[in-house]
């Protein structure tokens, strides 16, 4: 029921779905929510249709709604990511006190996080990044919660996270993942994976449909024999209803009435753009962003509809066997995904020294969010065995799975190159694991043609120290 005097324990401000449904999320876990919107309207909105789930005070000002709550304040913002982000964080510093929390529960870039937190550290406020996943049923229901900033602020707030998140065996999906930005940038790497699961799931279908000429509903029911096993996960299942839709206007599979055009709200560009930075090769996530690009070059695309495929297509002839080799790539490439993203996040965690755990990651993104999978288990299980573990590739399980793929992996990409089907995360994921293996990489070579052109110097492999070779002199080498 709504009220004016109670004393909210949280306030949610930026009434749209997201925060509407965190709102309720709360307030049926036994909390008083204090709600805030820039119009009014939403806010009633929302009490008439769901008041009477619990405790909500309506507030129409900023300083009214500050006032609703109880100290230290607990401000939960769910605004539009970038410049109006800042406005409220703006309006709510200048009213709130010292030791009062405001959390951003947006898609906001991690860096902005960092400077926002600094900002508000030194005008004594508490400021918490948080990615929250699972759209917006996870916000009703239990999402997934990845909360930065001061372990201080964890301390009140963790609870009431843990409350509201999704849970997998009793173990809350939330934990305090570390200082300032760090909440935002493991969020932001959970979308660039859920961007190379999806382009995987994508490519899986396309050759289905392709390669094997199933219809719609056929792979629909290739999914969901895929979701009982490996892949179990919120994307596979998902992938099987959506195809099973039947349009209502046309009677056509929904899927084929769809323009094949993606789009995207950049948290995918924003990962790879953060790895290049950090030096880590996430090419899984970054064929997808590139993959979602191309789709969208319209212009391009129908420029080159008539050209040539070549003359090599050969289909695959047991269908069987080729289903089953495609479930297997795209279970290999989805570990490389997650080895990559991995990868980036022990890279952030060092650069940024926030000391993250893969483990607890893991573990927390097993419920609530759009990556869920019956495979972090083994993910979590791998970092619980060895922290240290250089790549998730070698842990024993994911090794031992990789290599009992790898065959139908190559048969799926040479399959796909000989049809003229692009398979770019499928290619680039076998590339890497290939990289990864090779004793050799043609890296010398780039090496040498540096220093030849530019004297940049070489390591030998059986001496200490640098070297160049006096290319336009008598090429002798000297030490560099
Ligand atoms: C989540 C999702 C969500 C994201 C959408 C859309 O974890 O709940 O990642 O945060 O906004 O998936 O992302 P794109 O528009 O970039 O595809």
Not at 105 to 134: C, H, P, Q
Not at 360 to 366: E, G, N, P, S
């Amino acid at each position: 029921m709504a009220s004016t005097n109670a004393i909210a324990n949280i306030g949610v401000t930026g009434l749209a779905v997201m925060g509407s449904n965190i709102a309720r999320n709360f307030a049926r876990n036994g909390y008083t929510v204090a709600l805030h919107n820039r119009s009014i309207a939403k806010t009633d909105a929302l009490l008439e249709a769901h008041g009477a789930e619990g405790d909500f005070v309506r507030t129409e000002t900023i300083e009214e709604f500050v006032a609703a709550l109880e100290k230290p304040r607990r401000v939960l913002i769910m605004v539009k990511a970038g410049e109006p982000t800042d406005a409220v964080i703006e309006e709510l510093a200048a009213v709130m006190e010292p030791g009062d929390i405001i959390i951003d529960g947006g898609n906001a870039l991690y860096t902005d996080t960092i400077r926002r937190e600094a900002a508000m550290k030194a005008r004594g406020l508490n400021f918490v990044g948080a990615g929250i996943s699972g759209g917006e049923e996870g916000a009703l229901n239990g999402p997934a919660i990845m909360p930065g900033g001061p372990a201080e602020s964890y301390k009140t707030l963790g609870p009431m996270f843990e409350s509201i998140a999704a849970d997998v065996d009793g173990t809350p999906c939330c934990t305090h993942i570390g200082p300032d930005g760090s909440g935002h940038f493991v969020k932001m790497v959970h979308n660039g994976i859920e961007y190379a699961d999806m382009q995987l799931i994508g490519e899986a279908y396309h050759l289905l449909r392709d390669a094997l000429g199933f219809g719609a509903a056929q792979i629909a029911d290739v999914f969901t024999e895929w979701n009982s096993g490996d892949l179990e996960s919120y994307l596979v299942e998902i992938t099987a209803q959506v195809l099973a839709q039947v349009d209502a206007g046309t009677g056509e599979p929904l899927v084929d009435v769809i323009v094949d055009a993606a789009e995207q709200k950049g948290t995918g560009r924003w990962t790879v753009k953060s790895a290049l930075d950090l030096g880590v090769p996430v090419t899984g996530i970054a064929e997808a962003v590139f993959a979602r690009a191309l789709s969208g070059s319209r212009v391009q695309r129908r420029a080159a509809q008539r050209l040539a495929s070549g003359t090599l297509a050969e289909k695959p002839s047991d269908t069987a066997q080729f289903t089953e080799d495609i479930r297997r790539a795209l279970y290999a490439s989805k570990i490389v995904a997650y080895a990559q993203g991995f990868d980036q996040i022990a890279a952030g965690s060092t650069e940024y020294n926030w000391d993250l755990h893969p483990g607890d990651l893991a573990t927390i993104w097993r419920g609530g969010c759009i990556i869920r999978a019956r495979f972090l288990n083994r993910i979590k299980e791998a970092y619980e065995q060895d922290p240290g573990l250089p790549t998730l590739i070698l842990a024993p399980y994911f090794r031992e799975a990789i290599e009992h793929a790898v065959d139908s992996w190559r048969r799926v990409v040479a399959t796909a190159t000989m049809l003229g089907i692009p398979v770019p995360a499928f290619a680039s994921s076998l590339s890497y694991y290939d990289a990864l293996r090779a004793p050799r990489l043609p890296a010398a070579l780039t090496q040498a043609q540096r220093d030849f052109f530019g004297a940049h110097t070489y390591e030998r492999i059986d001496a200490a120290g640098n070297f160049h070779t006096q290319w336009s002199g008598d090429r002798s080498e000297v030490p560099a």
